[in-house]
Structures are given as C-alpha cells and as structure tokens.
C-alpha cells in the first residue's frame, strides 16, 4: 500500500485531520476504497461504515476488509470499472496494514510513532546499557510495522542493523544489508552499535533542528473552514470568521471606485463592458453579483489575471477594515480552506479543489503579522 494522503471530514462546524489510504472491501468481489482515520480516533471506509482501531482489526479478521486477494478476483474501481487481477504481488499483511494506521493516529495526535518510539528506545540503552532497557528496545523494535523497520533511523546505508545486533545473541548469525551477507554478531559489534547510536543522537538533533530552524514545520491550531455558513436573513453583528467571505459587506476601493464586497469588485472588474460592470456593482448582495456576472462576457486575458485581482482586493479590504484585519491574524497558523464558492478554483469543493481564496488570505496573514512586527513596512 503506498502512504497515506491528508484528509478531513467536519464536524459541527470544526474541521478534523485525517489520513487516508486505499482498501479494498469485500462483498459481491471486491472495490477498492479509502479508508481514512482521523485525529479523533474515528476510522471509516466504504458508505459511512465508522469504527476504531479494535473494530478494524475486527473488519480485517472477519474478511469485510481485505489489503490483498488472490488471481482471478474481480475488484471494483470506481471512475475505471471492473478489472480482473493476475498473480498478486504485495507484501502487505494485515498487521503491516493495522501498524501503518496505528502510525497515521500517532502522527495525527502529534505524539511519536512506533518507528520514534523504537528509535528513541535504542537511543536509550546506549546511554545507559541496562538489561532492562533491552528489552524496552526490544518491544519497541517489534510494534514498528516489518517493512518499516528499515526506514526507522532515517540511515539507509546502515539501515536497522545496529538495532538488530543489539537485540541478537553473542554467537548469532543474522542477515546484514546486503543480500546474500550475513553479521557474526561479536562483542565488538555489539560496541560497534551502541557507538553508532550514540552518534546518531546529536545527529538527529542537528537534522531537527536544522529542519525548524525558522519556525514550526506544521501548524499548531485546527484548519479553519470560510463560507460553510449562509445568512439568508442578512448578516449578523458578530459572523466571526464568517466575515472573511468574500461576499460580507465590506468596501474596497479599486481606481478610485468603490465597490460593496471583494464579489461585486472581483465580478464587476471580470468584463470590460462598462454596462455590465455597473450593474454587477450595484447588486444587491455578494452573489447576486456573481449571478449577473456569470451572463456579462469575460475580459481578455482574465483567466491568467483573476488571482492577482483577487489578491489585490482581499488585500485592501483589510487595509480599510483593521477589524477584519485583526479578524484574520486571530487565526493564528490555522490552515484556511474557503468553501463558500462553487468554482473549484477558489474553494476546496470537496476536498478537490485548489482553495485559492483560503490561500491568498493565508497568505495576507503572514503579511499583516509581519507589518504588526515591523519585519515589513505597513
């Protein structure tokens, strides 16, 4: 199975992270599906089918989820049709594949995984080589996923074999790297790996540090869904984030005209007629613009200038409107994902589109958090 992709599904009104990776579920033949956990500890695949990491082991035993099938099998593939495999070739098992998904939980819950757990394990024992640490080094060798064991000291010119030295016998032969070559494990190679961690130690850190060096590699809060809320009564005193859809009513200022939203300016500067573009400024609402907009011809060219436009706009609105501003920079490092268009373009559309209006006001963020620090003039 190759690794897993980034996902999330919402709940009541939040965002949760999730990691999917394909299955292949068992029924009339098979299909082959996602199967995605979440930060929540929630695993689903197929239509709606949710349980935990105990109710998919159940699912792998009973054969309802399945991660190889024989030659001859007809498998499902949506958007492809039905194919008929040929000799199977995979290395997956089922405890590979529950491991792996144990991992993706570990990694959403920001907490080490079981290739962390086992590095920093053996870590230990060479600080401080102790019959007991041993044996903690031993159990955590064990709980990382076999066909990931390799990759678990970030080395592959060494790949795990001072763990497996370590965890072998005096006397015992055991497979080296290379194939076909074999490791008599000795004395001095049992010191020649507890050398060998106790150099990869201020390596790691020197890796670590070096990939940090000018701040954390993720972000710290939730994603932050924009749009998913529609005010049909008008909008409220207070929308919260909600404020930054491009549609709230906010003036912006484009050579010298003003318009009532960034949707009524972005539309209304997408065509070059002057009548229309008049008609589209005085819409009533943000979509009403759009709506009037999607009947006026599009400019030349506006394909390749729309997100620079887009940009532009959202750019000043928070220059003329510090409470948005503000509004914006509250979100701190969360990833923004804008659903409050129907283009894919613009917004997520689930799950498949580019959001480059979550982008770009991820990106004004930064510019705004920069000025606040004298970093860039304001």
Not at 304 to 321: E, K, N, T, Y
Request: hydrophobic share 40%.
């Amino acid at each position: 199975m190759p690794d897993s992709t980034p996902t999330w599904r919402r709940v009541d009104g939040d965002i949760v992270p999730g990691l999917q990776r394909p299955v292949l579920l068992a029924g009339r033949g098979f299909r082959l599906a996602a199967l995605a956990c979440f930060a929540d500890d929630l695993i689903t695949w197929g239509y709606g089918r949710s349980t935990d990491l105990a109710g998919l082991r159940a699912a792998l035993a009973d054969g309802s989820v399945v991660v190889q099938v024989s030659a001859g099998s007809e498998v499902h593939v949506p958007g492809l049709g039905t194919v008929t495999t040929t000799e199977p070739n995979t290395w997956s098992t089922e405890e590979m594949f529950l491991g792996e998904v144990a991992d993706d939980l570990d990694r959403l819950h920001d907490r080490p995984d079981s290739s962390r757990r086992a590095h920093d394990a053996f870590l230990a024992y060479a600080a401080d080589p102790s019959g007991p640490a041993l044996e903690a080094a031993r159990a955590a060798y064990l709980e990382v996923p076999s066909h990931r064991r390799i990759f678990m000291f970030g080395d592959m010119d060494h790949q795990d074999e001072a763990a497996r030295i370590l965890l072998a016998d005096l006397g015992e032969e055991i497979p080296a790297r290379r194939p076909d070559h074999t490791h008599l494990v000795t004395e001095d190679l049992k010191s020649w790996a507890i050398r060998y961690f106790r150099r990869l130690e201020p390596a790691v850190a020197r890796r670590q540090a070096d990939r940090t060096v000018d701040g954390p590699e993720t972000a710290s809060a939730l994603p932050l869904t924009v749009g998913s809320r529609v005010f049909a009564d008008g909008w409220p005193d207070d929308p919260g984030t909600e404020a930054l859809q491009i549609d709230f009513p906010a003036a912006v200022v484009h050579e010298g005209r003003e318009f009532p939203s960034v949707a009524h300016a972005y539309w209304a500067l997408s065509t070059a007629d002057p009548q229309w573009r008049d008609r589209i400024a005085a819409a009533d609402r943000g979509h009403d613009a759009r709506d009037l907009a999607a009947s006026a011809p599009r400019r030349e060219g506006w394909a390749a200038a729309r997100l620079a436009v887009m940009g532009v706009l959202l750019r000043d609105r928070c220059r003329r409107h510090p409470a948005l501003a503000a509004t914006l920079l509250a979100t701190g490092d969360a990833r923004i994902l804008y659903v409050g268009m129907e283009s894919g373009y613009w917004s997520t559309a689930a799950r498949q589109g580019t959001n480059w209006i979550g982008r770009l006001l991820e990106t004004i963020r930064s510019e705004l958090a920069a000025e606040a620090t004298g970093i860039l003039p304001g």
